[in-house]
């Protein structure tokens, strides 16, 4: 299970704004049906300013980063993807 993997995967389908051709996006399957396309952002922080709680609530563990939040603020909370670790530990601690 790789938590920030499927927040990850619902911004995409989701939220993204996908500024290159949304034909390929449709094809890659990176939106979601329903999906108002002129509705979107550019990052993950960009949703979590505008629907912080509504979106982390949305999730199953966004009630855990919410409670991690109030702990450290946002500020302070670095989230990794397990990738970025495996992929790049040098540049990844180095952010730490």
Same mark, same amino acid.
């Given at each position: 299970?790789?938590?920030?993997?499927?927040? +990850?995967?619902?911004? #995409?389908?989701?939220?993204?704004?996908?500024?290159?051709?949304?034909?390929?996006?449709? +094809?890659? *399957?990176?939106?979601? *049906?329903?999906?108002? #396309?002129?509705?979107?952002?550019? &990052?993950?922080?960009?949703?979590?300013?505008?629907?912080?709680? &509504?979106?982390?609530?949305?999730?199953?563990?966004? *009630?855990?980063?919410? +409670?991690?939040?109030?702990?450290?603020?946002? *500020?302070?909370?670095?989230?990794?993807?397990? /990738? &970025?670790?495996?992929?790049?530990? /040098?540049?990844?601690?180095?952010?730490?």
């Amino acid at each position: 299970c790789d938590p920030v993997g499927r927040l +990850e995967r619902r911004f #995409i389908k989701h939220h993204y704004c996908h500024h290159e051709d949304i034909e390929a996006a449709w +094809e890659r *399957e990176d939106l979601f *049906e329903g999906r108002n #396309i002129s509705d979107c952002d550019d &990052s993950m922080m960009a949703v979590l300013q505008r629907h912080r709680r &509504s979106w982390l609530r949305s999730e199953r563990m966004g *009630e855990h980063l919410l +409670e991690l939040i109030k702990l450290f603020g946002h *500020e302070r909370l670095f989230i990794v993807h397990k /990738a &970025s670790i495996r992929d790049h530990p /040098a540049e990844t601690y180095g952010h730490v």
